[in-house]
Nanobody, 125 residues
Framework: QVQLVESGGGLVQPGGSLRLSCVASGRVNSIDDMDWYRQAPGKQRELAASITGGGSTKYADSVKGRFTISRDNAYNSVYLEMNSRKVDDTAVYYC???????????????????WGQGTQVTVSS
């Protein structure tokens, strides 16, 4: 199993910089992709940013050019650098890790998702 712990959220003002952190523990060797999702008030959870084990990244259009996702594989951590924050960035931010595993006697791999508890980010003047 994999456990995820997020940190770095809080009440911040627009326009500045904030870094969210997520640290994984457990079967960390099975983790490949890691992501940051967010769920704003009254909205569904959306994928904000993702990074593969090889370092390939992608971003939602709403955060592209403002947020940066990075990864420290040695410490099984993923980060989200939030720049030029907007009020509508207010949301609970969730870390997700995708586990790859193989069934006994099979060569094909399977995947399973793990989620952190989330960290609240509130952007307000």
């Amino acid at each position: 199993q994999v456990q995820l712990v997020e940190s770095g959220g809080g009440l911040v003002q627009p326009g500045g910089s904030l870094r969210l952190s997520c640290v994984a523990s457990g079967r960390v060797n099975s983790i490949d992709d890691m992501d940051w999702y967010r769920q704003a008030p009254g909205k569904q959870r959306e994928l904000a940013a993702s990074i593969t084990g090889g370092g390939s990244t992608k971003y939602a259009d709403s955060v592209k050019g403002r947020f940066t996702i990075s990864r420290d594989n040695a410490y099984n951590s993923v980060y989200l650098e939030m720049n030029s924050r907007k009020v509508d960035d207010t949301a609970v931010y969730y870390c997700r890790a995708q586990e790859t595993f193989v069934l006994s006697g099979e060569g094909a791999s399977r995947k399973r998702d793990y989620w952190g508890q989330g960290t609240q980010v509130t952007v307000s003047s």
